[in-house]
C-alpha cells in the first residue's frame, strides 16, 4: 500500500515562504501525474498546481499562484514539492498532494499552512 506524507507546513507571517514536500513510498511517483491541492476553512478542496509524469506540463490554477508558487518534482528522490514565496493570508489552508494514474487518485494527510497578517 503506497503512501504520500506532505510536510512543511507551518505558521508564518506575510511575505514569508514555505517549502512543503510530499514524500512517496510504496510507489513511485514517476508514474503519476501529481498535484497540489488546497482546503481553506468552510471551503472546498481546490487545485493549486499540477505537473505531468514527465514534468513538461505544468500548470497553476490562479494568476496570483502562477507568480508566487513553483511545483517541482524530483523523480529521483521520489518527491513532490510547491515552493511558496510571498505567503499572504488568503493563502491560509490544509495543503495536501495528490498522485494521479489513470481513474485513480492517492491523496496525502495534509500539512496546514497559515499565514498571519
Known amino acids: 500500500q503506497g503512501q504520500l506524507d506532505e510536510s512543511g507546513g507551518g505558521l508564518v507571517q506575510a511575505g514569508s515562504s514555505l517549502r512543503l514536500s510530499c514524500a512517496a513510498s510504496?510507489?513511485?511517483?514517476?508514474?503519476?501525474?501529481m498535484a497540489w491541492y488546497r482546503q481553506a476553512p468552510g471551503k472546498e478542496r481546490e487545485i493549486v498546481a499540477s505537473i505531468s509524469w514527465s514534468g513538461a506540463n505544468i500548470n497553476y490554477a490562479t494568476y496570483s499562484v502562477k507568480h508566487r508558487f513553483t511545483i517541482i518534482r524530483d523523480n529521483a528522490k521520489n518527491t513532490l514539492y510547491l515552493q511558496m514565496n510571498s505567503l499572504e493570508p488568503e493563502d491560509t489552508a490544509v495543503y495536501y498532494c495528490?498522485?494521479?494514474?489513470?481513474?485513480?487518485?492517492?491523496w496525502g494527510q495534509g500539512t496546514q499552512v497559515t499565514v498571519s497578517s
Open positions: 510504496g510507489r513511485n511517483i514517476s508514474d503519476y501525474n
Open positions: 495528490a498522485a494521479v494514474g489513470g481513474s485513480s487518485w492517492y
